[in-house]
């Protein structure tokens, strides 16, 4: 069955939900600690609906996504409304506490599994289903976002998850999850239904599953599924959302459903055109970039946008996916350089070009004359701009050979180690960073402000150093950090020192839940002025005999945290990246480090979603860290960090990194990482968390030796490491103290 429904133009597929100024983010974390109640906390998310929803009206979308908004992750709320939250939280009668234990867990419940959304730096919840999960339907969030936005007048689109993602990334125990989707169709029926009968005249399903390698017969679930849901008498017309790549068969196996509509990311390269079975539907053309922040070529997207009018019933421009994944706006970067800033296209703006692009389609060209000029004299600009090409960068890396990315045999270099460094069995450590106290946040407040000198600031910082050493010493770790007080943001903090990076003031973007990055913007060629972290760490090395981690952050992370230049392939970027970091190992190393942590935790992250695209990715993310890695000598202890991804798929690449040792994120997932590591032959050493930082739960010492016990099984004692999952940032001091305390007594029963 077709629904009667009317077409709309001008679309962004999903919006950000932190506020342009992080309001969300403070309402959250004042509720959490007790300074304000539940009704503060949804006048603010109200308020931040309203405003957006009627800015985004007002700038001429004729349709507006609704329910994207969330207190903290969007399969979080997914689960919410199929009634699939966890039995461990059922017992919390507070619906608001119940939801934030499944996302953060308690003191006596433990939270769901996070990890990364496709290849983003978005962290989702990872939904549980076992055989006594029973699913039933919980729409009353959605139908009060909607009901807000028909009161405001504003043309509404609910968004949802749609059946096929949301089973493909749940966690169920027999791994059979799209097994379960009889039970859950009857419910996306029923939800159809009250969706239309509260105004909705279209409903978004978002599938981004559909743009990764799917079989024959997940093929053919989609199909059917979405025969069964366009076949419904009584619904609004059905959107069904794929982004973040090509959906390649399942586009044509959607075209041949009775569906109205398909949005497509056309960034991705996906080409449409070739699909009669589209003449029948409204394509959504994502032609306006979502996930970066480049000015788009309006010239070249109208081109691909007309060219579709010929091939589908309608055409609507959109932006590729959700605004979710970059800064809501230019305004606040006054900083920028005028040049650069001219390149670029936040929130706001794409929202600008996709009103633009959609105007040139219905009133002519000429009607948008202006904009079209100022998008072009932008990309004369930034093409012919000295610092997108350094030559003497480009000439030390034409001379690279196969000898600069290797080191000696991993077992040359643990005997010298071993002597050079003289740890216990099982030593203890932590991954990097120490809360973020206010004292370090006001301190870097006034140096901002002007108030104080960068004298003053870096003595505030040698002091907040001093005392990280003294607590790690009087704790008993065996290897031990600085704590990174002067570091903002492990990404950041490199791209201030690094030509060729620009930072914004207020380029705020969700990682997850309340965390929030401003990633820096890779504009150009990659240098290093001078050493970036040599004076903290020999500061730190100089309070205490025991060794301190030098602590970098490694070439991929730094690409999958930034917004990254498009002019030339990842992997260039990438050994321009390496080649800086490399020559700061040197120089830490000459400083008496010992021991050298490079951090990796987006490795898994940037993998391609199509396996075909993977073995390329895989081997120059692989030669850019070995490059940055190698030039040190064989007595030096090379570490890297990786946390809160799927690695099952790039085991091989872990060991290819060929660091002396790998902790990982591995408390939420129980050590599942650990068989993979043994099936792929994993011989190096290794640091699995032994507890969840990102929970504000203190592990008692008995859950902590359990969780090293179960690890012992796994890995040999002279190659296991003791350490918790990730840094702790984003931890209190108290709870940090009495964590580590446990963790050092665990380690100590069981040597």
């Not at 234990?101 to 990872?126: C, I, Q, S």
């Not at 987006?602 to 030039?631: H, I, K, M, N």
Request: hydrophobic share 45%.
């Amino acid at each position: 069955m077709t629904v009667s429904h009317t077409p709309f133009t001008a679309t962004v597929l999903g919006l950000p939900r932190v506020g342009p100024n992080r309001e969300l983010k403070r309402a959250t974390e004042s509720y959490w600690a007790g300074r304000a109640d539940a009704a503060h906390l949804h006048a603010v998310g109200r308020e931040l609906r309203r405003a957006q929803l009627t800015e985004l009206a007002a700038a001429g979308l004729d349709s507006v996504p609704v329910g994207t908004f969330s207190y903290y992750d969007q399969m979080l709320d997914t689960a919410e409304l199929l009634g699939a939250l966890p039995p461990r939280v059922a017992g919390i009668a507070d619906p608001l506490d119940r939801y934030f234990a499944a996302a953060r867990g308690t003191d006596t419940v433990a939270p769901l599994e996070m990890t990364k959304w496709f290849d983003t730096n978005y962290h989702y919840l990872v939904p549980e289903i076992d055989t006594d999960t029973a699913f039933s339907l919980h729409p009353g969030k959605l139908l009060t976002e909607l009901g807000e936005a028909i009161e405001l007048g504003v043309p509404a689109r609910p968004v949802v998850i749609g059946p096929i993602t949301f089973l493909k990334l749940a966690k169920a125990a027999d791994n059979a999850a799209l097994e379960r989707l009889p039970e859950l169709l009857p419910l996306y029926l029923d939800l159809l239904a009250q969706l239309a009968d509260a105004g909705a005249q279209w409903v978004q399903l978002d599938e981004p599953v559909l743009v990764t390698d799917l079989t024959e017969a997940e093929l053919a679930l989609v199909g059917r599924t979405y025969s069964a849901l366009s076949a419904a008498q009584h619904r609004p017309a059905i959107l069904v959302a794929t982004y973040f790549g090509h959906p390649d068969a399942a586009l044509a196996v959607l075209a041949d459903t009775e569906i109205e509509g398909v949005a497509v990311d056309l960034t991705a390269g996906t080409d449409v055109a070739a699909l009669p079975a589209l003449a029948r539907k409204l394509v959504v053309a994502g032609v306006v970039d979502g996930r970066n922040v480049w000015r788009a070529d309006l010239d070249a997207a109208l081109g691909t946008l007309v060219t579709l009018l010929g091939s589908a019933e309608s055409v609507a421009v959109s932006s590729s996916c959700s605004l979710l994944h970059v800064p809501y706006s230019l305004t606040p970067e006054t900083g920028l350089d005028e040049r650069l800033r001219s390149w670029l296209a936040f929130g706001a703006e794409k929202v600008g070009e996709v009103r633009v692009l959609a105007t040139a389609l219905t009133a002519g060209v000429d009607a948008v004359a202006d904009e079209l000029a100022a998008a072009r004299a932008a990309a004369d600009s930034r093409r012919t701009d000295p610092r997108l090409h350094n030559d003497r960068v480009r000439s030390r890396l034409a001379a690279l050979d196969e000898n600069d990315l290797t080191r000696s045999p991993a077992d040359e270099r643990r005997v010298l180690q071993r002597d050079h460094l003289d740890l216990p069995v099982l030593p203890t450590t932590t991954i990097g960073s120490y809360p973020q106290t206010s004292t370090i946040r006001l301190a870097r407040a006034a140096l901002r402000k002007g108030e104080i000198d960068q004298a003053e600031y870096e003595r505030r910082m040698r002091a907040e150093i001093a005392d990280v050493i003294a607590l790690q010493e009087k704790l008993g770790l065996d290897v031990l950090v600085h704590g990174e007080p002067e570091r903002n943001d492990m990404v950041q903090y490199f791209a201030e020192l690094l030509d060729g990076f620009a930072v914004t003031e207020a380029g705020w973007v969700q990682s997850y839940g309340t965390r929030c990055v401003r990633p820096p913007i890779l504009f150009g060629d990659v240098t290093r002025p001078e050493a970036m972290t040599l004076s903290w760490i020999g500061y730190a090395q100089s309070l205490t005999t025991k060794p301190v981690k030098g602590m970098l952050t490694g070439p991929v992370t730094i690409l999958a945290w930034s917004f990254v230049r498009d002019d030339q392939p990842l992997g260039d970027s990438a050994r321009q990246v390496a080649l800086a970091i490399r020559d700061e190992t040197v120089d830490l190393e000459a400083g008496g480090a010992r021991i050298i942590q490079v951090d990796e935790p987006a490795l898994r992250e940037l993998l391609p979603l199509r396996a075909a695209e993977q073995p390329a990715y895989l081997r120059w993310s692989v030669d850019s860290f070995r490059l940055a890695t190698a030039g040190v000598a064989d007595t030096t202890q090379v570490h890297t960090h990786l946390c809160y991804s799927e690695f099952g798929e790039v085991i091989s690449a872990i060991a290819g990194l060929d660091a002396d040792v790998t902790s990982i994120e591995a408390a939420r997932s129980h050590m599942e990482v650990l068989d993979d590591l043994n099936a792929a032959g994993f011989a190096l050493g290794v640091g699995p968390g032994v507890y969840d930082i990102h929970s504000p739960r203190v592990p008692s010492v008995e859950e902590i030796t359990t969780s090293l016990s179960a690890a012992l099984k796994a890995v040999p004692a002279e190659r296991l490491w003791v350490n918790p999952d990730c840094g702790l940032k984003t931890r209190g001091p108290v709870e940090v103290e009495e964590s580590l305390r446990n963790l050092v007594t665990a380690a100590a029963a069981l040597r």
